[in-house]
């Protein structure tokens, strides 16, 4: 038993600068410390006097310690919960493509390319840049624009090609209507 006491007290001592956790840590231990080693040490009668103010610093410290680990622990699921929310937005998207559209993000998955070279008047492809499925990579060249699939949208495609079924065939008449790199 008194192993585990100098190790409460050792771990007491590395949270020094946390007043709050010596606080928490302290209060924990006279409110549960077992009634024959309370004896021993005279802890029965502060336990008796003050044992109102001991169980609010209790609860007041345990509330912030709470809060904290939360915080901390938050980002990691904030950010899993992100993802999930962009890919569930882009399934949605996809889904809700006209079969012109898919016609044009077929060669990123079939073909495998990264890069496909769309003319800046196109209303096609100036319709998937708007709703995000494909980025702009912002080198404008006189007549095309190049792009790329964006990374959940390949990754979604990639796993379910079965979304691209249902297409209508690009025209690919060189320069004039759509060039592939």
């Known amino acids: 038993m008194e192993n585990a006491l100098l190790k409460i007290f050792e771990f007491t001592a590395k949270l020094a600068p946390f007043p709050s956790a010596i606080i928490f840590v302290a209060s924990l231990v006279i409110l549960f410390f077992p009634d024959a080693l309370s004896n021993k040490i ?21 509330s912030y310690w709470f809060v904290f680990l939360l915080s901390k622990i938050k ?14 937005c882009f399934v949605k998207l996809i889904d809700e493509l006209t079969p ?12 495998k390319k990264t890069t ?3 003319l800046l008047n196109d209303g096609i492809s100036n319709g998937l840049l708007y709703k995000g499925i ?11 624009r190049p792009c790329n699939l964006h ?16 297409y209508v065939e690009m ?8 060039m592939g790199v």
């Open 134 to 144: 494909v980025l702009d990579m912002g080198e404008l060249q006189r007549i095309s």
């Open 100 to 111: 012109e559209e898919r016609g044009y993000l077929r060669d990123y998955i079939i073909e």
């Open 116 to 118: 496909q070279h769309f």
């Open 75 to 88: 980002i990691p699921f904030s950010n899993i919960y992100t993802a999930y929310k962009e890919k569930k």
């Open 151 to 166: 990374p959940t949208a390949r990754k979604i495609l990639m796993k379910k090609p079965s979304y691209l079924e249902d």
């Open 171 to 178: 025209k690919k008449l060189g320069k004039n209507a759509w």
């Open 42 to 62: 005279g802890l029965t009668e502060f336990k008796k006097v003050h044992i109102l103010t001991i169980s609010l610093c209790l609860i007041v410290s345990g």
